[in-house]
Structures are given as C-alpha cells and as structure tokens.
C-alpha cells in the first residue's frame, strides 16, 4: 500500500467522524426524547432530528464521498480493515442516493411523531392514535426498498439492513425448522406431571433494591455503567451508543415482580458489553458496531438466558437476592431456578420465557412480511395480530396495549428488525457451544463469580471485530460452520427436558 493511499485513508477516516458526530447526535436527541424530554417539545425535537439527519444525508451522498469511493474501486491492496470500510460506505451511499434527500428528511420528522403517537396509543390502550402513523411508516419503508431494487420481495430489503445477506427464503426455512422444535417440546411440557409455580415471586420489591441488585449484576457480568455507560428508565428498555465510551441502556421497573427489570437489565447489559468492546481502532471507520442485529441479540439473549437463567448464575447470586428479599429466605435455589424458566405461553414479548419467545418473533415476522407485501389491510392489523397469538400461543390479548401496540419498533420504521431476535438466539446458542469447548470449566468459573473469563472470550472471540465481517462470516470464524438452528434446539431441549423430565 503506497503512501498516498495511506494518506486517503486517514481522509476517509476524518471524514466519516463528521456523519459519525452528527448520528450519534442524533441517537442522543433520541435517548433524551425517551428519557427526560417535555412531551410538548416533541414537535421542535423532531425538526431538530430531521435537519440533522438532513446534514447527514448531505455528507453520506456528497461529491467527497463518491470520490473517496470511486479512489479506493478496484484497489486490490487494501487491509481487510479498509476493505470492509470501504465497502460499508459503499453500500451506505448506494442507499441513500436512491432516497431523494426532501423524502429522507421528512422520514425522520414522521418516524418522530410515530414513536410520540405509539406511546400516547399504548398509553391509552388505542390502536386508532398510532394507526395512521403506522400506515406511514409501512409506506415509507415499502418505497425504501423499491429504491434499492427490490421489487420482486420489498421485506428482503428491508431484513438486509438488519442482518445483511440474510433473505425471506432462507429465513423461512429457518424459522420453520425452529417452530416445529418448539411446538414439539411446548406440547411435551404441557403434558409434564412437572407443574411450575412463579407465583412466590410476586410480591413488594422497592424500584431502588432492584436498580441495586441489577447495578450489582451488570458491574460483575462486565458492563461498566460507572464510567462508560447509564442506566435509565423507559418505556421500553432499550441499549443506544456513542462511540464505545458511552454505551446506555434503560429497563422498566414493576414493583411487583423483580424479574422484567432484571432480566431486561441483563438483556440491555449483553448489548452494551458488546459496544464497549469493539475495539477502539473502528473508532470513525462506520464499523464501531456490532456484525449485525442478529449477532447483537445473540450477546443480549446469551446474558440474558445462556447466563442470566443458569442454575450456575443463580448459585452465586442467589443469596444477595435472599438478603434483599427476605421473603425468598425460605425458598430453596432449585425452586427458584424453576420458577424464572417457567414455561408458559403469555401475550408479552419482552416478558416471554425462553422457549416460547422465538414464537412471538415468528408472528411478528410473519405480519411485517404480509404488511410490507401488501396482504393485509391497515384495519385488520389488530384482529390478524390476536389471531396469530391465539394460533401459535394459545392466548389473546384483552386490548391494543398488550397486544398490536406492545412494542415500540414499528413506531419507528424498524421493520425487518424483529427476525434478528430469534436469529440472536441461534447466534448465541452455536456461539455456546463453541465456548464451552474453549472454556470447558466454564460453569465452575460461574458458579464462583468468575464472568470476566466468559465475558473476555466473548470480547476476543466476537464483539472486537465490530461490523468488520458480516454475520455469516462472523459465526463461520468463530465456529468453524455455518448458522445452524440445531444448537438451540438442543440446548432448549436438554434445559427444559431436564426441568419438565420430557
């Protein structure tokens, strides 16, 4: 590599920091919006978000990024790290120069009233506020995708953005291995002499016990909330970065079950630990993030389930929550472990336990394919939505807050994004596999309160690389083998067989 090409890419560098600086203003705008904004202030927030995503715009498809592009085309001297840079912006100002610039910036002023009307719509348990705003957000994105090429199957463009590579067709056939494992074993557990109680764990726990013991948790699980990170209180938890010195995450706390804050402090705490790890060298390469969201929801699933519901987890943090609760004195660990792997079937996602949550993935994958497809009317959304709950989990929602309008993504515009969570669950699950291999002490090491091991394989084995190889190749390198859905269905099987003897 010739001096002139080093020197273009310490330019490249320097000016990918610029978009760098102006999205992570906007993430922050973002962060305070569901933090601490006025709600009367959400009409100026969002011009303010829609001129900088504007400037943004305007850098990404600029005459300086084309010829940043047109030098380093056909150079086939580059390191892998600038091929994968290089690549990235390419892929970045393809799309963005097929979305006239008055359009995009109307985007964003639209996808911030959208999330305000979500949250007044779940507020008030009415589908009709958020329903026009949701109408918007399919068309916009509908459109997106034609831009790019995708005409023949638009939700392909649209789960590229999120898991890149990845397409319907292999998807489908994903998830149908997948369901049928899991409707297999949820009908042997149902049939289970086993029967599990929770209920000992509904009781009075103070918001302050619980932001101290999931402080203690994520402190000791590796995520640094005292010097790089937050945690904060949302509607819906939520993990949002600014360069890997400034990870934050959010929970919701329930003063009567400990469990939704805890465990999405965990889950929240697996995405930040992924941030905080990518190395600083991608610091202003667009590739300081992780492979994928697939390959993010495997880190958040992993210390969530992997690690966050494990009898060996539990057996070192169990007692802090005995001293914190005395209630849970006379209650012996495996009753315990039992009660947080509970299975049954509910209308909550984020609530889900771990087997039956890749079933509400599906549903919704399902409904953006027919959404973005065209098959369903705006209208019908609720009904079809409780009929797929009623099919698939046996439950139906009792109004819009718990069902059509639980989760905040389509507010957004982030339709292709919720097949990543089950995808996560693969990810994690062949990733375990390999760690256990690498690590074979790896539960003795959790028992103790050693994490720092599992946490440090996990930093040199995945979240270093950040977004400089895709997912595919990402789980080949850190596997030997090519996604596979078999681990989970192992893993879920060996685990909850065990607990229902199925």
Not at 470 to 487: D, H, M, N, Q, W
């Amino acid at each position: 590599m010739n001096q002139e090409t080093i020197t273009k890419i310490e330019e490249l560098k320097e000016y990918l920091k610029k978009i760098e600086y102006l999205s992570s203003t906007i993430a922050l705008l973002h962060w305070d919006s569901a933090i601490y904004m006025p709600k009367e202030a959400i009409e100026y927030r969002s011009e303010m978000m829609g001129y900088l995503s504007g400037e943004s715009y305007k850098l990404t498809t600029s005459e300086t990024m084309k010829a940043f592009i047109d030098y380093f085309h056909g150079k086939d001297d580059l390191d892998d790290l600038t091929k994968a840079m290089v690549e990235n912006i390419r892929k970045e100002y393809d799309h963005a120069m097929k979305i006239p610039e008055p359009e995009y910036v109307q985007y964003e002023i639209d996808k911030a009233l959208s999330q305000s009307a979500w949250e007044e719509a779940k507020k008030k348990k009415d589908f009709s506020i958020f329903k026009p705003h949701l109408a918007k957000m399919i068309a916009y994105n509908k459109k997106f995708s034609e831009y790019w090429g995708f005409v023949g199957n638009k939700y392909d463009g649209l789960l590229d953005l999120y898991e890149p590579g990845m397409t319907t067709e292999r998807l489908d056939v994903v998830f149908g291995e997948l369901r049928e494992s899991l409707v297999s074993l949820l009908q042997r557990i149902n049939n289970s002499k086993i029967k599990t109680d929770d209920a000992f764990l509904k009781g009075n726990y103070s918001v302050e016990s619980q932001r101290k013991l999931g402080e203690s948790i994520l402190g000791k699980i590796g995520y640094d909330y005292e010097k790089r990170g937050r945690i904060d209180e949302s509607e819906h938890p939520f993990t949002t970065n600014f360069g890997n010195k400034d990870v934050r995450i959010t929970t919701k706390y329930d003063p009567s079950d400990f469990r939704p804050a805890i465990f999405s402090m965990i889950h929240e705490g697996g995405h930040g630990i992924y941030e905080q790890n990518v190395s600083d060298e991608l610091t202003g390469t667009s590739l300081a993030s992780g492979a994928s969201m697939g390959m993010h929801e495997s880190q958040s699933r992993f210390y969530e389930n992997i690690l966050g519901k494990s009898k060996a987890f539990w057996s070192y943090f169990y007692p802090e929550f005995q001293n914190a609760y005395p209630e849970l004195n006379g209650v012996e660990l495996m009753s315990f472990y039992r009660a947080i792997n509970c299975v049954e079937s509910s209308l909550i996602r984020i609530d889900a336990d771990e087997l039956t949550y890749s079933l509400h993935v599906i549903i919704r994958y399902e409904m953006e394919k027919l959404l973005i497809d065209g098959e369903v009317d705006i209208d019908d959304v609720p009904r079809l939505w409780n009929e797929k709950y009623k099919e698939y989990l046996g439950v139906t929602p009792e109004n819009d807050a718990e069902g059509i309008l639980q989760d905040v993504h389509w507010s957004g515009g982030d339709f292709g994004y919720f097949p990543t969570y089950a995808l996560g669950n693969l990810y994690g699950s062949q990733i375990f596999n390999k760690l256990k291999e690498e690590v074979p002490d790896w539960n003795q090491k959790i028992c103790s309160g050693d994490f720092a091991s599992i946490t440090k394989w996990l930093k040199e084995n995945v979240h270093q690389y950040g977004a400089t190889l895709k997912p595919a190749e990402l789980i080949k390198k850190v596997t030997g083998e090519e996604l596979s859905a078999k681990y989970f269905i192992a893993y879920l099987n060996d685990k909850f067989g065990a607990l229902y003897e199925v």
